[in-house]
């Protein structure tokens, strides 16, 4: 951890993260640790000597450890760790929780992650209530006395909308339950919800932070030891962890994190003024934008609107001919890459939610997701407009 400084910036200690340097080599990348075991032999010897830090992969490997540890210092949290997909991670932190327990998660959560929670945990005994986060009171009323844990995700997915952390997770300390944070859409550069009073940040790292679209991943960052050790005996115990060369993409990644959504984010915020100024658009969907209802929220949580937003076109064959006539936005899902990918929620990312909660939700047809990449804003622009006309 040479070269670690409180002191320094975000975007200096994207780079300089404690492992910018092999200690064995000299190497300024860190190694690819592609072994299953590690050699216990001397532990045996005469004198024996200590046992080493790794014994068998997926209870530890060198390259997981250097991203646990780089994300762990992003997020400012005190352990942190890393599976094989954000949705591994995120129902390796549901893991420490127990039959009968209940938890109250925002209703528009991650689509994967509610499919997790409202099959697997509730056959498993987990009571669950999903409520609408935007209002703080909502939690108040949902709380049951066994009432355990609190799982929001803001901007929320597809329809950007915003929940006030601060109060949400003061409620959560006050009732004595763990929160837990999608940080996906925002990453740590965007985002710190330690720092605002979560427990526990996951992340799909699949998005803006392997950002290449390129890696499954997922991360876990919690706020004391205590927690470390309930969501690492998951880890160990369930087993979803990423291979080392997975992990090495996602430090790869994570390296060129700020200027990558910089860029990215700066792109949105033209784009989506656009989207609002098109005759075809009927409604935009970005923290960016000053009508958006929550912004002073967002604002006062986060120092930028991201690189995500949607927009309705009030018809559906107008959307699927965007999704048709794009052409460099890649209609798939997914987001955070350095490609532009336009997704449609109702087909894609929240085709497991039933129609008529899709409709209570606003998640209609004729809504597209957009993701904005690195290509040139003005290329894009006017390629939506094509796509639009
Ligand atoms: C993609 C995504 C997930 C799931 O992550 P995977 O890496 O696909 O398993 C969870 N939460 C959010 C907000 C996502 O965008």
Redesign the pocket.
């Known amino acids: 951890m040479k070269s670690v400084q409180n002191g320094d910036s975000f975007g200096t200690r994207l780079i300089h993260n404690g492992y910018e340097s092999d200690p064995a080599t000299g190497a300024l990348g860190v190694p690819v640790v592609q072994t299953s075991t590690f050699n216990q032999g001397p532990v045996f010897g005469d004198p024996p000597a200590a046992a080493g830090e790794f014994d068998y992969a997926r209870s530890g490997n060198p390259t997981r450890k250097a991203l646990e540890e780089t994300i762990a210092a992003l997020e400012g949290g005190a352990k942190g760790y890393a599976f094989g997909?954000?949705?591994a991670a995120?129902s390796s932190a549901l893991g420490i929780f127990s039959a009968g327990d209940h938890i109250i998660a925002a209703e528009d959560i991650?689509g994967?992650?509610r499919r997790m929670l409202n099959t697997f945990y509730r056959r498993w005994g987990l009571e669950l209530s999903a409520v609408d986060a935007s209002n703080t009171e909502n939690i108040r009323r949902a709380l049951r006395p066994n009432t355990k844990a609190l799982f929001l995700?803001t901007p929320s997915?597809p329809l950007l909308k915003i929940t006030d952390l601060k109060a949400c997770f003061a409620i959560a300390k006050e009732a004595g339950l763990v929160s837990i944070i999608?940080n996906?859409?925002q990453t740590p550069y965007l985002q710190r919800p330690l720092e605002l009073g979560a427990d526990i940040v996951v992340h799909?790292a699949?998005?803006f932070l392997g950002g290449h679209s390129d890696v499954?991943?997922?991360l876990a960052v919690c706020a004391t030891e205590e927690l470390g050790q309930r969501i690492y005996a998951v880890q160990n115990g369930f087993g979803a962890v990423p291979g080392p060369w997975d992990c090495w993409l996602v430090l790869r990644g994570i390296k060129t994190l700020k200027i990558r959504m910089d860029a990215q984010q700066a792109s949105a915020q033209k784009i989506a003024a656009a989207l609002k100024a098109h005759p075809k658009v009927s409604a935009v969907y970005y923290p960016g934008l000053a009508d958006h209802p929550l912004k002073a929220v967002h604002d006062a949580q986060s120092p930028g609107p991201g690189a995500v937003l949607s927009f309705k076109t009030g018809d559906t064959g107008a959307a699927l001919r965007f999704l048709a006539k794009t052409r460099l936005a890649a209609a798939a899902v997914?987001?955070g890459g350095v490609e532009t990918i336009a997704s449609y929620p109702v087909r894609m990312s929240h085709a497991s939610v039933p129609v008529e909660e899709r409709r209570r939700l606003g998640i209609t047809d004729d809504l597209i997701r957009i993701s904005v990449g690195l290509e040139d804003t003005g290329d894009l622009i006017a390629d939506f407009d094509r796509a639009l006309s």
């Open positions: 997909s954000g949705i995120i991650y994967g992650s995700e997915n999608d996906t859409f799909s699949t998005k499954i991943s997922g997914s987001l």
